[in-house]
């Protein structure tokens, strides 16, 4: 039924774009009030969808195990280590304010 009311609606709305470009104005309220009709009803007929077309319900995903946050914050760190990573190679010379040389 959901289906049909679809169908007549945008029937509808190719027959009034269809009226309107040839020049005949007095097709578009009585369109669009027949297009609110139809939108009612279908948006009416939305109820009776059952369940599972809806909207899913799926269960927050446990993990494995109880540390898996800090099992992926390790695989995640470069070469396993905890210095930190420098992406072009060069690390800076000191890591504190002021920097004294070394």
Known sequence: M???????????????L???LNGNNAVKWPAFWASVVLFLSGAALVRYLP??????LRPAAKESFR???LAWRTV????????PF???GSSP????????PA
Not at 51 to 56: E, L, Q
Not at 93 to 100: E, G, H, V
């Open 51 to 56: 369940n599972p077309i809806r909207v899913p």
């Open 76 to 83: 995640a760190s470069p070469n396993n280590s905890p210095r």
């Open 93 to 100: 010379s000191c890591f504190s304010w002021p920097c004294s």
């Open 2 to 16: 959901l289906v049909l009311v679809l169908v007549m609606q945008i029937w509808l709305l190719t027959a009034a």
């Open 86 to 88: 420098f992406p072009f």
């Open 18 to 20: 269809n009226e309107s």
């Open 67 to 69: 540390d898996a946050p």
